[in-house]
């Protein structure tokens, strides 16, 4: 354990008790086989389930429709890019030596990931109401009112609202495949709506992109088709 990730822990407000749980939190592809990717993904869970949670509880009078478009601007890149260099994550990724050459421990998508992949570690290791408490402190400080819903859907939250008002299932989103080197990686992402039978890809410099990118041309497909 560095001093930089007993100092993270302190900003945290959570100390581990198993540790390993955070230096994998912050270990990227790059560095390690031992990597965070699998973190992130429950973590991106924890983090929608906490935020849903916090909206619920805070604008009582607005319909499911606008709380997911609020939802949706609180845990996109560019909220979560901004709440990672709060807490200093820059200083404390571990990222191998192409991919700090290239800045990685700047570039949004990674300290994004990063972040969602410590709200997955805390999960892990103290269970849902201390990674529930760690979300309701990151955002603390972020202003969140019912304007927030004239703010512009992205692809995955448009998809998601179109299916919904026509009672069908939520899509699915995998990744297909990768490719390029560790640290210049894009991913090439499958949107599936099983109950029309459909599947579209897409591909991003980061798993989050790749999921917009798959959503964008799913939601051409379905407007062409209806």
Same mark, same amino acid.
């Given at each position: 354990?560095?001093?930089?990730l007993? *100092?993270?822990?302190?900003?945290?407000?959570?100390?581990? !008790?198993?540790?390993?749980? =955070?230096?994998?939190?912050? +270990?990227?592809?790059?560095?390690a086989?031992?990597?965070?990717?699998?973190?992130?993904?429950?973590?991106?869970?924890?983090?929608?389930?906490?935020?849903?949670?916090?909206?619920?509880? /805070?604008?009582?009078?607005?319909?499911?429709?606008?709380? !997911?478009?609020? /939802?949706?601007? =609180?845990?996109?890149?560019?909220? =979560?890019?901004? %709440?990672?260099?709060a807490?200093?994550?820059?200083?404390?990724?571990?990222?191998?030596?192409? $991919?700090?050459? !290239?800045?990685?421990s /700047?570039?949004?998508?990674i300290?994004?990931? *990063?972040?969602e992949?410590?709200?997955?570690?805390?999960? %892990?290791?103290?269970?849902?109401? #201390? *990674?529930? #408490?760690?979300?309701?402190?990151?955002?603390?400080?972020?202003?969140i009112?019912?304007?927030? &819903?004239?703010?512009?859907?992205?692809?995955?939250?448009?998809? &998601?609202?179109?299916?919904?008002?026509?009672?069908l299932? %939520?899509?699915l989103?995998?990744?297909?495949? +990768?490719?390029?080197? *560790?640290h210049? &990686?894009?991913?090439?992402?499958?949107?599936?709506?099983s109950?029309l039978?459909?599947? $579209?890809?897409?591909?991003?410099?980061?798993?989050?992109?790749?999921?917009?990118?798959?959503?964008a041309?799913?939601?051409?497909?379905?407007?062409?088709?209806?």
């Open positions: 354990m560095t001093d930089g007993t *100092a993270l822990q302190g900003r945290l407000q959570h100390e581990f !008790s198993d540790p390993a749980l =955070l230096v994998r939190a912050v +270990t990227h592809r790059s560095f086989a031992d990597h965070n990717e699998r973190l992130e993904f429950l973590g991106d869970s924890v983090l929608n389930l906490a935020v849903a949670d916090l909206l619920y509880l /805070r604008l009582t009078a607005l319909p499911e429709g606008d709380l !997911s478009r609020i /939802r949706a601007n =609180l845990v996109k890149q560019d909220t =979560l890019h901004q %709440l990672a260099v807490l200093g994550l820059p200083e404390v990724v571990r990222l191998g030596e192409g $991919e700090v050459r !290239s800045g990685g /700047r570039r949004p998508s300290l994004a990931d *990063a972040l992949a410590l709200i997955g570690a805390v999960y %892990l290791d103290a269970g849902y109401a #201390a *990674a529930q #408490a760690l979300v309701h402190r990151l955002f603390q400080d972020v202003e009112n019912p304007q927030m &819903q004239a703010s512009a859907k992205d692809a995955k939250t448009e998809l &998601q609202e179109w299916l919904q008002a026509r009672k299932k %939520l899509p989103y995998r990744v297909v495949g +990768t490719l390029g080197a *560790a210049r &990686q894009t991913f090439d992402v499958e949107c599936e709506v109950e039978n459909l599947s $579209e890809r897409g591909i991003g410099n980061s798993r989050r992109a790749g999921e917009q990118a798959a959503a041309v799913m939601l051409q497909t379905l407007k062409a088709r209806d």
